[in-house]
Structures are given as structure tokens and as C-alpha cells.
């Protein structure tokens, strides 16, 4: 399932890890990511990588000598915006004597392939998804042969199995990747063909990776996956399991982690998955749910095996197992052949369902895609106006949800210091940014916290006393 939640628009933000101090001997690698948490997780693992290969992580690429470009194909004109930055990477490459070594990673890598080097000649490194734990010996490669190195096939390997430990503390809350690509084929999205068919860790792979974030001071856990609710893994003592299973096992590591995952298609949300909603306190109620449209023409259109009555209904069974369980989506506005109809529909749902928040795209056709080959396309002016329109539903119901919190309590874990000085900031269990006044020593910790005022997008409030659960 595409994640759109934490940032499929593609703003490239450096990658949050910590920052290494580049020792004198070290190489300085700057790895820019744009897209979504499977991404930053990426990023971190080819950092683990370089790391065994005498790469510290800069946080600039002036003077670095290695760039990464990890990058998303889920937004239009993704790789637009991947070329325009390469232009600027090219001139601190040619400062450098071309020393400089430009790679392209991530999803527009794994589409675009050599046509990267088609137009960026100066590139040289391309390389797909699932191959990141080859990275060193593509150096190597590019520094012997002189020669450009494309590595975008699927691998028969297993990457995670290649990929050494993590080695850096990876923060408070940290992402786990579990399950990669995705059988579902909607006809507006690029990942069956950009990150291949669903393939699952197995769980014992998971569960060390897991023991290994928290001794590292991870207090929150998000399993990753472009489908994550399809995950079916080998079983530690043979056998399978599904995802509600390995959910119970991480839940009874030491450590008492919160778990997150995410993303989840409807389809897959079974009856054991809504049963760990109700039993795992340490599984947080707040679940991203997408769902694209309310239009049931518009979801077969879509090809999301779905209707609109089968997600009503499914709300309300993981309501009736936790009831205060908060719901986030994703909504596409224009995909083709979209009826003023189809959009009031989805209108009606945001409104049956009430979300505690929502992110809202207007289609835009990917290449390749069965939606971007459909005659009826949308216009512009009229994609605008239905998404000004659905953004404005979602922002009232975000501010109910967040208003609704005041003068409650709440446990807040703290991840990292907030925008001001004194400030510290922490997630909601319904993952809401909470600010508190409060010293940094209390980051990594979980607080009751008295909330005191709602913001659009975050909440503030006054620590009272230790964190328990509920
Ligand atoms: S094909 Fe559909 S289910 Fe699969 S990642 Fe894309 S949007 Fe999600």
C-alpha cells in the first residue's frame, strides 16, 4: 500500500538519523531522501552498509564524497525534480574534481534506469530497491572499470540477508522494514512495478532486528511494508505467520515497545488483525487506513478489490474492538473518469467515517500505470477544486479530533526536542506531535501529559506524572 501519511509528496528532507562526526579517515557519504519511511529506513540500511566500508554520514553534500539520491516515483514530476537536483549535484561534483561519486537510488532509479544515465551522464551509480547491500562493490566497480554501474534487477537474493546490523541508534521511534512490494496492482500506482511482487521477512529476521532497536533506545517500533497488512512470514519454529501473530510477538519483547504499522489495504485487514487491536495494549490505536474514494464505480475503476460498504464495515468492526481507535486515510480526487457523483460519494464517507486526519491528492498519471491510459481524464481546474473542497472536510475533522483532546490526559512518548527552547516533543498514542515545556532528559521517556490547548496540526500541554498504560 502506498504510504502517503509521512511524506510520499516529495519534499526531500535529509534523512533523520543521527549525525555521525565524520572522523578524519573517513569517507563522508550524504544520503538525500525524499518519499516515504520505507525510504528513510533505506537510507539508514545503506548507511550500515557504507559504515563497514569506512563511510560517516554527513549531513551535507558540500564536500562529501558520496552522494545518494534516494528517491520516490509515487508523485508527478517525480523525476523532474530528481534530475533538477542531480544538475545542482553535478557542480560540487566538478569542484571536486569529479572525485564526487553521484548515485541515484530508491524508485525513480528502479523505473527510470539507464535513461538516468541517458541524461545525467555524470552519474555513477544507479540502483534499484533491492540492492542496496550490493553498494560496496559497486563502488569498487565504478572505481575499477571507470565505467557507470546499473544494478535495478530483482534480486533472487535476499537483501536483508546481506544487510549487516544496524549501528546506529536509530531514535525513539523507529521504523522497521517488514514486507516489500505489492500484488495488488491499483491502476494509478508505480510500486508493483518499482519494488516488485509482495515479499515478506521472515519473523525471526524481524524479531532480532526488533531486539536490536531497542537496545539501541528505540521505545516505538513502526513496521514498514508497501502492504504491510499482507505480511506472512516464516515462522520462527516453522510454520507461517501472519501479521496479527507477529504483532503479539513483538508486543511480548522486553522492553514494552509501542507498535505502529503501517500501510494497511482494506483487503487484508482479517479478523485476527482487528482481535491484536483489541488485545495489545502495546499496539497503538491509530491506524492508516486508505481508501482512495468512496465511490464504488471509482474503486473498481481503481482496481482496489474493495467497496465502499466492505471499509464502512470493517471501521466499524475495528471500532468495536478498540474503541477509541483513530483512523487516518489517503483520498485521490480526479482519478479518471471521476463523476461530480463519485466525488460526493466520497465526501459522504469522510463524513460517515470521521477521520482523525487524512491526506488528499489530486491524480496525477504515472507512466505505465493502467489509470494514466484511461480516455476520460479529469481536468486540472476541476481536481483543484474537488481537493481544496475535501481538504477543507478534513482539516474541521482534524480540529475536532485534536480540540476534542483538551482538557484530557494523555501518554505521550517523547522522540526529540520541539521548535522551541525548553521544548520538548513527543507522539499522542493516536500519533498526534504533542508539545511540552520540559527538560531533554525526558526524551525517550513516556509522560501523562494534561492537554491544554489543540492546535491544526499538533497539541500542547503540561506534564503530571510518570507514564503507565492503559
Ligand atoms: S498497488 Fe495499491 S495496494 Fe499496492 S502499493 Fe500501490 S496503492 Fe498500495
New binding site residues.
Given amino acids: 500500500?502506498?504510504d502517503n501519511s509521512v511524506g510520499s509528496v516529495l519534499q526531500a528532507s535529509q534523512s533523520s538519523l543521527n549525525e555521525t562526526t565524520a572522523n578524519i579517515d573517513l569517507k563522508r557519504v550524504c544520503i538525500l531522501t525524499w518519499g516515504c519511511q520505507m525510504n528513510e529506513y533505506d537510507s539508514g540500511r545503506m548507511l550500515d552498509v557504507l559504515a563497514l566500508n569506512g563511510y560517516a554520514r554527513t549531513g551535507t553534500p558540500q564536500g562529501a564524497d558520496m552522494v545518494i539520491l534516494n528517491t520516490c516515483h509515487i508523485r508527478n514530476k517525480a523525476s523532474e525534480k530528481v534530475f533538477s537536483e542531480l544538475g545542482r549535484l553535478r557542480l560540487m561534483k566538478e569542484a571536486s574534481g569529479g572525485r564526487m561519486i553521484l548515485a541515484v537510488a530508491g524508485c525513480v532509479a528502479q523505473a527510470e534506469g539507464k535513461d538516468i544515465l541517458a541524461r545525467a551522464p555524470f552519474v555513477d551509480i544507479v540502483l534499484g530497491p533491492q540492492t542496496y547491500h550490493r553498494l560496496p562493490e559497486m563502488v569498487a566497480r565504478r572505481a575499477r572499470s571507470g565505467d557507470a554501474v546499473i544494478e535495478t534487477e530483482f534480486l533472487v537474493e535476499d537483501k536483508f540477508e546481506f544487510l549487516p546490523e544496524q549501528s546506529s541508534p536509530r531514535g525513539v521511534a523507529a521504523f522497521l522494514t517488514v514486507q516489500e512490494g505489492?500484488?495488488?496492482?491499483?491502476s494509478?500506482?508505480?510500486?508493483?512495478y518499482t519494488?516488485g511482487a509482495e515479499q515478506s521477512r521472515p519473523a525471526a529476521a524481524i524479531l532480532v532486528e526488533a531486539r536490536r532497536l531497542i537496545a539501541l533506545g528505540a521505545r516505538e517500533i513502526t513496521l514498514l511494508g508497501?502492504?504491510v497488512s499482507a505480511w506472512h512470514g516464516d515462522a520462527p519454529n516453522g510454520g507461517s505467520w501472519d501479521l496479527s501473530r507477529l504483532l503479539r510477538a513483538l508486543a511480548a519483547l522486553p522492553g514494552q515497545v509501542r507498535l505502529r504499522y503501517t500501510?494497511s489495504?482494506p483487503r487484508d485487514m482479517d479478523l485476527a488483525l482487528i482481535e491484536a487491536h483489541r488485545d495489545l495494549p502495546m499496539l497503538m490505536p491509530f491506524l492508516h487506513l486508505?481508501v482512495?474514494s468512496g465511490s464504488d464505480r471509482i474503486l473498481a475503476a481503481m482496481n482496489?478489490r474493495h467497496t465502499m460498504d466492505d471499509y464502512r464495515r470493517l471501521v466499524d468492526r475495528l471500532r468495536e474492538a478498540r474503541q477509541d481507535l483513530a483512523l487516518s486515510s489517503d483520498f485521490i480526487v480526479g482519478h479518471p473518469e471521476e463523476t461530480d457523483e463519485d466525488f460526493e460519494a466520497t465526501i459522504c464517507l469522510l463524513h460517515s467515517v470521521r477521520f482523525a486526519q487524512a491526506y488528499c491528492f489530486k491524480y496525477s498519471p504515472r507512466p505505465g500505470t493502467p489509470a494514466a491510459r484511461l480516455r476520460f481524464q479529469v481536468s486540472e481546474a476541476e481536481k483543484g477544486r474537488r481537493l481544496q473542497m475535501l481538504q477543507g472536510i478534513v482539516r474541521e475533522q482534524q480540529a475536532r479530533f485534536n480540540s476534542d483532546s483538551v482538557g484530557s490526559t494523555m501518554n505521550v512518548l517523547f522522540t526529540g526536542p520541539g521548535r522551541h527552547s525548553g521544548q520538548i516533543l513527543g507522539r499522542s498514542l493516536y500519533f498526534q506531535p504533542v508539545h511540552v515545556t520540559g527538560p531533554a532528559s525526558l526524551i525517550g521517556e513516556e509522560k501523562v501529559v494534561l492537554i491544554r490547548n489543540a492546535h491544526p496540526n499538533s497539541l500542547s500541554g503540561t506534564i503530571i506524572q510518570k507514564g503507565f498504560r492503559a
Avoid: A, E, Y
Wanted: glycine share 0%; aromatic share 10%; hydrophobic share 30%.
Fill in positions: 500500500m502506498v505489492c500484488d495488488k496492482f491499483c494509478f500506482c508505480v510500486v508493483p519494488r508497501q502492504n500501510t489495504h486508505p482512495q482496489r
